[in-house]
C-alpha cells in the first residue's frame, strides 16, 4: 500500500508570491491533515479536511487555506508568503478518530 | 489550553535503556500517540495508549497514567539507528479531535 506522497519536495518561493502543494493520502483514509514544522514552534496544526469538508482549522492566518477533491486528495495554498512561512509542511492521512496519524515526507518551502 | 512537556534532549549509550518522558495538559482526550522522527525525515507512528498501563511492542513500550498526566515511551537495547527526536502527541476531543504535539525530544545514541 502507497504511503502518504507530497509534492514537491522542496519549493523556494520569494516574499508576496503564493505557493499550492498537494498531497495524496493513503488509499481508503478520508481524513486529511496539514501541519507546519519549524525548530522553534514545533508541530502546529493548520487543518483538517474529511470527505472535502474542513472539520477544524488551527490558529494560522487566512493566508492559509486548503481544499480536499473528492479522490481525498488535498491541496494547501499560502498566499502573500512571508519570510516567516518557511519551515515544513506535513501532510497526514488517518482512517478516522481513533487512528494514528500518517505523515507524507513533507514539502520544505524556503521564502526569500 | 493545551500544554505537552518532554525533555528536549537526552544522551543514552547503545544497548542501554532510556526512558522518554511526557506530560500533558489537554482540554480533552482520546489517546496518547508517540511518533519518531529522523532529521529530514517524516514522523513515523510507533505506540497508542488510550487506557492506564503498558503497551510493549518489541524494543519499544509506552505507558500511560491518564491521572496524572503522564507518558513515557521506554526504548531498550539501544541502537543507534535510534538517534531521532521522539515526539508525544495527545488526540484531543475539544480542539476537534486534532493532534496537540508536544515539542519532541532530540535523543542522541552514543556508541
Known amino acids: 500500500k502507497a504511503g502518504v506522497t507530497q509534492t514537491p519536495r522542496y519549493l523556494i518561493k520569494t516574499r508576496g508570491q503564493q505557493v499550492t502543494l498537494s498531497c495524496s493520502p493513503i488509499s481508503g483514509h478520508r481524513s486529511v491533515s496539514w501541519y507546519q514544522q519549524t525548530p522553534g514552534q514545533g508541530l502546529q496544526f493548520l487543518f483538517e479536511y474529511f470527505s472535502e469538508t474542513q472539520r477544524n482549522k488551527g490558529n494560522f492566518p487566512g493566508r492559509f487555506s486548503g481544499r480536499q477533491f473528492s479522490n481525498s486528495r488535498s491541496e494547501m495554498n499560502v498566499s502573500t508568503l512571508e519570510l516567516g512561512d518557511s519551515a515544513l509542511y506535513l501532510c497526514?492521512?488517518?482512517?478516522?478518530?481513533?487512528?494514528?496519524?500518517?505523515f507524507g515526507n513533507g514539502t520544505r518551502l524556503t521564502v526569500t | 489550553g493545551q500544554n505537552i512537556d518532554q525533555p528536549t534532549e537526552m544522551t543514552a549509550t547503545e544497548g542501554a535503556i532510556v526512558q522518554i518522558n511526557c506530560t500533558y495538559q489537554?482540554?480533552?482526550?482520546?489517546?496518547l500517540f508517540w511518533y519518531q522522527q529522523h532529521a529530514g525525515e517524516a514522523p513515523t507512528f510507533l505506540s497508542y495508549n488510550v487506557l492506564d498501563g503498558l503497551e510493549e511492542k518489541g524494543r519499544f513500550s509506552s505507558f500511560l497514567s491518564r491521572s496524572k498526566g503522564y507518558s513515557y515511551l521506554l526504548l531498550k537495547e539501544l541502537q543507534m539507528k535510534d538517534s531521532a527526536s521522539y515526539l508525544c502527541a495527545v488526540r484531543d476531543p475539544g480542539y476537534g479531535q486534532n493532534f496537540v504535539f508536544g515539542p519532541g525530544t532530540r535523543l542522541s545514541v552514543l556508541p
Open positions: 489537554t482540554s480533552g482526550f482520546n489517546g
Open positions: 497526514a492521512s488517518s482512517l478516522g478518530d481513533n487512528s494514528p496519524l500518517h
